[in-house]
Nanobody
Framework: QVQLVESGGGLVQAGGSLRLSCAAS????????MGWFRQAPGKERDFVAA????????VYADSVKGRFTISRDNTKNTVYLQMNNLKPEDTAVYYC?????????????????WGQGTQVTVSS
Protein backbone atom coordinates (compact mmCIF):
# COMPACT_ATOMS: atom_id res chain seq x y z
CA GLN A 1 0.00 0.00 0.00
CA VAL A 2 1.09 3.55 -0.72
CA GLN A 3 0.33 6.60 1.39
CA LEU A 4 -0.28 9.82 -0.50
CA VAL A 5 -0.47 13.33 0.95
CA GLU A 6 -1.48 16.31 -1.17
CA SER A 7 -0.70 19.93 -0.47
CA GLY A 8 -0.68 23.27 -2.24
CA GLY A 9 -4.36 23.98 -2.74
CA GLY A 10 -5.93 27.33 -2.01
CA LEU A 11 -7.88 30.29 -3.32
CA VAL A 12 -6.67 32.05 -6.44
CA GLN A 13 -8.13 34.51 -8.92
CA ALA A 14 -8.90 33.51 -12.48
CA GLY A 15 -5.74 33.60 -14.57
CA GLY A 16 -3.57 32.79 -11.59
CA SER A 17 -1.41 29.75 -10.83
CA LEU A 18 -1.04 27.10 -8.16
CA ARG A 19 1.28 24.13 -7.75
CA LEU A 20 -0.02 21.02 -6.06
CA SER A 21 2.30 18.46 -4.51
CA CYS A 22 1.73 14.80 -3.72
CA ALA A 23 4.21 13.11 -1.41
CA ALA A 24 4.25 9.32 -1.59
CA SER A 25 5.49 6.89 1.02
CA UNK A 26 5.29 3.16 1.58
CA UNK A 27 5.66 0.72 -1.30
CA UNK A 28 6.57 3.37 -3.85
CA UNK A 29 8.59 0.93 -5.93
CA UNK A 30 5.37 -0.83 -6.88
CA UNK A 31 3.79 2.24 -8.52
CA UNK A 32 3.74 2.67 -12.26
CA UNK A 33 1.39 5.59 -12.79
CA MET A 34 0.61 8.60 -10.65
CA GLY A 35 -2.52 10.53 -11.44
CA TRP A 36 -4.33 13.70 -10.49
CA PHE A 37 -8.12 13.73 -10.41
CA ARG A 38 -10.59 16.38 -9.39
CA GLN A 39 -14.12 16.41 -8.09
CA ALA A 40 -16.44 19.38 -8.01
CA PRO A 41 -19.53 19.42 -5.76
CA GLY A 42 -22.25 17.18 -7.14
CA LYS A 43 -20.06 15.86 -9.94
CA GLU A 44 -18.05 12.75 -10.62
CA ARG A 45 -14.34 12.44 -10.00
CA ASP A 46 -12.63 13.35 -13.28
CA PHE A 47 -9.20 12.55 -14.61
CA VAL A 48 -6.80 15.50 -14.91
CA ALA A 49 -3.31 14.19 -15.64
CA ALA A 50 -1.03 11.18 -15.15
CA UNK A 51 2.67 10.38 -15.28
CA UNK A 52 4.75 7.22 -15.11
CA UNK A 53 7.23 6.89 -12.25
CA UNK A 54 9.84 5.75 -14.77
CA UNK A 55 10.32 7.49 -18.05
CA UNK A 56 8.61 10.69 -19.09
CA UNK A 57 5.21 9.62 -20.38
CA UNK A 58 2.42 12.02 -19.47
CA VAL A 59 -1.29 12.16 -20.27
CA TYR A 60 -3.67 15.08 -19.87
CA ALA A 61 -7.38 15.65 -20.00
CA ASP A 62 -8.35 17.87 -22.92
CA SER A 63 -9.74 20.49 -20.54
CA VAL A 64 -6.31 21.16 -19.01
CA LYS A 65 -3.92 20.64 -21.94
CA GLY A 66 -1.62 23.59 -22.38
CA ARG A 67 -2.43 24.96 -18.90
CA PHE A 68 -1.47 22.18 -16.47
CA THR A 69 1.83 20.31 -16.24
CA ILE A 70 2.42 17.11 -14.29
CA SER A 71 5.94 16.26 -13.19
CA ARG A 72 7.72 14.12 -10.63
CA ASP A 73 10.83 14.11 -8.49
CA ASN A 74 11.77 10.50 -7.87
CA THR A 75 14.39 11.49 -5.28
CA LYS A 76 11.63 13.01 -3.17
CA ASN A 77 8.89 10.52 -4.13
CA THR A 78 6.78 13.52 -5.02
CA VAL A 79 4.52 14.32 -7.95
CA TYR A 80 3.54 17.87 -8.84
CA LEU A 81 0.73 19.49 -10.75
CA GLN A 82 1.55 22.98 -11.98
CA MET A 83 -1.68 24.76 -12.83
CA ASN A 84 -1.52 27.97 -14.86
CA ASN A 85 -4.19 30.24 -16.30
CA LEU A 86 -6.71 28.84 -13.84
CA LYS A 87 -10.40 29.21 -14.58
CA PRO A 88 -13.43 29.18 -12.26
CA GLU A 89 -14.41 25.80 -13.74
CA ASP A 90 -11.16 24.35 -12.36
CA THR A 91 -12.60 24.75 -8.85
CA ALA A 92 -12.69 21.31 -7.21
CA VAL A 93 -11.08 19.04 -4.67
CA TYR A 94 -7.94 17.66 -6.29
CA TYR A 95 -6.84 14.14 -5.48
CA CYS A 96 -3.58 12.34 -6.05
CA UNK A 97 -3.76 8.64 -6.92
CA UNK A 98 -1.39 5.76 -7.57
CA UNK A 99 -1.91 2.89 -9.95
CA UNK A 100 0.04 -0.36 -9.82
CA UNK A 101 0.16 -1.53 -13.41
CA UNK A 102 1.86 -0.77 -16.70
CA UNK A 103 -1.23 0.37 -18.60
CA UNK A 104 -2.61 3.87 -18.41
CA UNK A 105 -6.27 4.36 -17.50
CA UNK A 106 -8.19 7.57 -16.99
CA UNK A 107 -10.89 5.90 -14.91
CA UNK A 108 -10.58 6.49 -11.19
CA UNK A 109 -11.62 2.91 -10.41
CA UNK A 110 -8.33 1.69 -11.92
CA UNK A 111 -6.27 3.48 -9.28
CA UNK A 112 -5.33 1.67 -6.10
CA UNK A 113 -4.34 4.31 -3.55
CA TRP A 114 -5.63 7.82 -2.92
CA GLY A 115 -4.72 10.91 -0.98
CA GLN A 116 -7.16 12.90 1.13
CA GLY A 117 -7.54 15.70 -1.42
CA THR A 118 -6.78 19.40 -1.45
CA GLN A 119 -9.27 22.16 -2.25
CA VAL A 120 -8.63 24.48 -5.19
CA THR A 121 -10.95 27.47 -5.55
CA VAL A 122 -10.71 29.85 -8.49
CA SER A 123 -12.63 33.10 -8.20
CA SER A 124 -13.83 35.04 -11.23
Amino acid sequence: QVQLVESGGGLVQAGGSLRLSCAASGRTVSMYFMGWFRQAPGKERDFVAAIRWSGSSTVYADSVKGRFTISRDNTKNTVYLQMNNLKPEDTAVYYCAARRGDTFYSSSVRYDDWGQGTQVTVSS
